[in-house]
């Protein structure tokens, strides 16, 4: 398992530094990126409040709404990316939002006001990570270009999309019961761009491979309440930074979680952010060859050849679109996560 209890405690980056683009502040947060994974950030006071009141109010709708009333809002999960979705087996349930959905069902007015405002105040965050990793980046290849147009734009208008598997989404995750590895949420990586996790309530659970100590490490264990948040990449930033920075390999271990009808407050509420690029910006051709020969499934000329893709007109939608849709068919898995199993990409 590569797995240690216990990690090195790294103090959370002030998000406030990282918006100024303080150079140490943009220097550390990209670096702990790329060696270990993860960066930690601290959360301004208006999200920590949203964070702790949206976790308070997802409690309550899982543990009171009854299975039958929550199916109403489940979709078809190979189509769809929001909604209900119940996985006993796994122990957890998971209600995924995108505000910009217009077919998109709400148990009712407070659930959906609620995961909005976390939805776009998380939205802004990643928005700053993004360009204080962006500053950092041009500052050390000392490129000429007008990096701030190009990071600044990579997630604008990113919510409505005609691609419903890559794009921005909320997830409010409710595991009430801990299982084996293999059976909750094992190691996987994530689509997008940013991953951002603010701490949950109840079991700490997150863990993040270190690639500096080539160990998982916990990430949440130390956190005392809901003012950090753990910072990862996704396959899309690796994508874009030419493999700068890996997309970070995490999972979920809970220990000691408990049936949901026991009313023990030992369990956990979790909303994982993923923030995508617009699905519409058209992606560099040369990007997009490496990244589609290394998923080990057809090179880019093939499927130009079955008119999957159109090099000339790729985009970061049309492309993680149809790579999902191919790897889920490959690997004849369903679709459990924004990304499927690390293993399964070795």
């Known amino acids: ?5 216990g990690m090195d405690a790294l103090p959370p980056i002030p998000f406030e530094l990282l918006a100024k683009r303080d150079k140490k502040s943009t220097e550390l947060f990209s670096t702990r990126l790329r060696r270990k994974g993860h960066a930690v950030i601290s959360l301004p006071k208006k999200v920590t409040q949203t964070v702790i009141s949206t976790h308070a109010m997802l409690r309550e709708y899982f543990d ?4 039958k009333d929550k199916m109403k ?6 189509k769809y990316r929001y909604g209900f979705w119940p996985s006993p087996d796994m122990g957890k349930e998971v209600f995924q939002v995108r505000p910009s959905e217009k077919n998109a069902l709400w148990p009712s007015f407070k659930f959906r006001s609620q995961t909005e405002v976390l939805f776009e105040e998380l939205h802004q965050v990643g928005e700053v990570c993004l360009m204080a990793l962006g500053s950092f980046l041009h500052d050390i290849k000392e490129e000429t270009s007008d990096w701030e147009k190009y990071w600044g734009s990579l997630c604008k208008g990113c919510s409505p999309s005609d691609f419903p ?5 909320l997830d409010c995750f ?3 019961d801990s299982k084996p590895l293999t059976k909750s949420c094992d ?3 994530d689509y997008s761009l940013l991953t951002l996790v603010p701490t949950a309530s109840g079991l700490p659970g997150l863990q993040v491979f270190d690639w500096s100590a080539s160990r998982f490490v916990d990430v949440e264990a130390q956190s005392k309440d809901a003012s950090t948040c753990v910072v990862m990449t996704g396959e899309s930033m690796g994508w874009i930074t030419e493999g700068w920075i890996s997309s970070s390999i ?3 271990v809970l220990e000691n979680a408990t049936d949901k009808k026991s009313c023990n407050p030992q369990r956990r509420i979790s909303t994982p952010f993923l923030l995508f690029s617009n699905p519409k910006k058209i992606l560099c051709a040369a990007h997009e060859r ?3 020969e290394s998923s080990k499934l057809k090179t880019s000329e093939e499927l130009v050849s079955e008119k999957i893709l159109q090099l000339e007109s790729v985009t970061f939608g049309k492309s993680l679109h149809e790579l999902i849709k191919a790897r889920r068919k490959s690997l004849k898995c369903g679709p459990l996560y924004s990304g499927d199993t690390a293993v399964a990409y070795a």
């Open 165 to 169: 598997l890559a794009s921005t989404l």
């Open 174 to 176: 409710h595991y009430y």
């Open 1 to 5: 398992n590569y797995y240690f209890p």
């Open 64 to 67: 009171k709404e009854s299975y």
């Open 73 to 78: 809002y489940s979709l078809d999960r190979s």
């Open 250 to 252: 995490h999972r979920v």
């Open 187 to 189: 190691a996987h990586i």
């Open 290 to 292: 490496k990244y589609l």
